[in-house]
């Protein structure tokens, strides 16, 4: 892949664009980061950053932030994939969320702009508990969560960012496909922190709560309207038990079973991403 044939990967810092930039560029590929922090830089809420970012691309991942469900992203999806078609883009893989009606309708964008294109829907990845915002409270060994007893086939984001290298440099293979992917079993919440706690060898107290009640604790934290938004509509509706089952994807797209759970959870204890750092006296 030539300077003027270049993978641009939109969410390049995040939980999957980072190890999607990693495979890439082990492989050698020619790509840009699309990220605020880069140069140039990419703004999703910034149109005028889409230009220059798409300039000698061939190939877009598309992670769009903070989810696809948000009432803003379809008018921002189609604008930029419009903006890709006419700048030369050829392929648009796109990573879509689980029984998401607004997701589904991002997909039907993607699908019919006018080029190639793969289609990843995913749900609760593994590293929401190593990497995002239920990391905090598992270190300190207690997090309080509105999750009921509705299980959840968590996905393991390395298995994510393999599905998307695949499907970004074998275009002919992965065109036109749709991979819903699951990890390779179904698991509450509490069952999740409960592998956590034996990988890392101590306790975590784990309490439900009213999804009310979290909402507040988050408004106490000063987090914006937007995430308290997705974070209502993900535990009050999306786990409702519409995803509460294993798909085949992985296999599909790349030949293998998903990781497990049990995997990802002594991994990352083995890390110490668990482990409170030591205070010097």
Known sequence: MTAKNLVLVTGGTGKTGQRIVARLQAQGI?????????????????QQ???????????????????LAIPAAIDTI?????LAVASG???????????EPEAQACEQVVQTAGVAWTIMRAGWFMQNFSE???????????IFLPASD?????????DIADVAVAALTNVEQHQGQLYEITGPRLMTFAEAISEIAQANGRPIDYQPIPIEAYLEALREQQWPADMLWLVEYLFSQVLDGRNAYTTNGVERALGRQPNDFSKFAREAAARGV?????VSR
């Open 132 to 142: 995002s915002f239920f990391h905090e409270p598992l270190l300190n060994g207690q």
């Open 89 to 99: 883009v050829k392929h648009l893989v796109l990573l879509s969320g689980r029984g």
């Open 49 to 67: 950053t889409w230009p220059e970012a798409l300039a000698d691309v061939q190939s877009v991942y598309i992670c769009y932030q903070p989810d």
């Open 78 to 82: 189609r604008a930029f994939c419009q």
């Open 274 to 278: 668990w482990q409170l750092a030591s």
């Open 30 to 46: 020619k790509l840009r980061i699309g990220s605020r922090s880069a140069s140039p830089s990419f703004d999703w809420n910034d």
């Open 150 to 158: 509705v299980k959840e086939p968590f996905i393991d984001a390395d």
